[in-house]
């Protein structure tokens, strides 16, 4: 249906954008967004939570069989509850 330029100025009237609030990292001084965690050196308030997991080079089958071959057996200690 046809609507006046009226009508679409109004619905436009909404679609502005704000700006960015951004602040300078206490940490490394780049620019960061305000509640968020740094994208330098990704820290919020002084602790690093963007710190990526480093994992541990997989194991060959080799390497299984000889650490489970290695290990020694531990003893079955059953738990003594003391009853009255
Ligand atoms: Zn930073």
Redesign the pocket.
Known sequence: MRHTSGHTGNRRSHHALTAVDATL??????L?QKHRA??????YKGIDVLAKKVKAPKKTKKEKKAATKSKPKAAKVKKVTAKK
Request: with cysteine.
């Open positions: 990292c206490k940490d490394c001084g780049a960061k740094c994208s330098g050196c990704g820290k």
